[in-house]
């Protein structure tokens, strides 16, 4: 009970900081590149950005949030990433699939579940989880387009 009331904690605490980084977008913040996208460079598409919430230790559960401000309201989008870093798939955490979903609301969350350290070495050290997102039909992909989490010892 306990895992789960932390779980909806560090969900409302993602969504509070991804709609805030919205607020900022809105509010003037500058976009640095635009936005790349596959299709037919006349059609707006819905512009889909990933930040991580925190650092995550290890055994624990880490979070990185999607948003999209979508021009269709009500609209799903599927969003292609790709995942790099010092951090092994199967052997610090749970592999990751892409692509991603992006809900109604307009954000998505991917989970990132670590694993007991298998190395059990003397020096433990920190290893990063790197998610990048990838163009896609129907979408586009801001700014950042990227986001990094460690996942400590």
Known sequence: MK??????????????????????HVHGATQGNSPSVIGPPDQ??????????????R????TFVLSVNSKILLATTFVNFSVSGTAIPGVDYTPLVSPAFIGQ???GVLLVKTLPDPRASFF???????????PGLGYAVGEPSSAQMFIKP
């Open 124 to 134: 433990r050290q920190p290893y990063s989880v790197v998610i990048a997102l990838e």
């Open 59 to 62: 055994g624990k559960i880490g």
């Open 44 to 57: 707006q598409f819905p512009v889909v950005t990933i930040h991580s919430t925190d650092n995550v230790t």
């Open 3 to 24: 895992t789960k009331i932390i779980s909806k904690i560090r969900l409302t605490l993602a969504l509070v900081f991804v709609l805030g980084s919205a607020i900022t």
């Open 105 to 107: 609301s307009g954000f």
